[in-house]
């Protein structure tokens, strides 16, 4: 399997785990969104979308939550732990 499809397929996933949490329609999901100043996640939603993320087996410890986390941040780490 190419590259492209991960990055792809992977970033589907956390736009779908993303819009289950918060309601952000995947399609309206960039790369480059903060998931706390650009998708207006608070903490609540913060730490349901680590507990999915951990589901899949994927662990982002709390302390790396910031402001500047963005979705390609978490696709990232979702593509490092497969």
Same mark, same amino acid.
């Given at each position: #399997? ?5 990055? @792809? ?6 736009? &779908?785990l993303i819009y289950q949490v918060n309601g952000?329609? %995947?399609? &309206? !999901?960039? *790369? +480059? $969104?903060?998931?706390?100043? $650009? ?5 609540? +939603? *913060?730490?349901? *979308? *680590? #507990?999915?993320? @951990? @589901?899949?087996?994927?662990?982002? %410890? +709390?302390?790396? !939550? ?8 978490? !696709? =990232?780490?979702? =593509? +490092?732990?497969?």
């Amino acid at each position: #399997m190419n590259d492209s499809v991960i990055d @792809e397929t992977v970033a589907s996933l956390v736009a &779908n785990l993303i819009y289950q949490v918060n309601g952000v329609l %995947p399609r &309206n !999901i960039k *790369l +480059e $969104d903060s998931l706390i100043t $650009d998708l207006a996640m608070d903490s609540v +939603e *913060l730490i349901d *979308l *680590l #507990m999915r993320l @951990e @589901e899949i087996g994927v662990t982002i %410890p +709390e302390s790396d !939550i910031s402001s500047s986390l963005t979705v390609a941040d978490i !696709i =990232q780490r979702v =593509q +490092e732990s497969a």
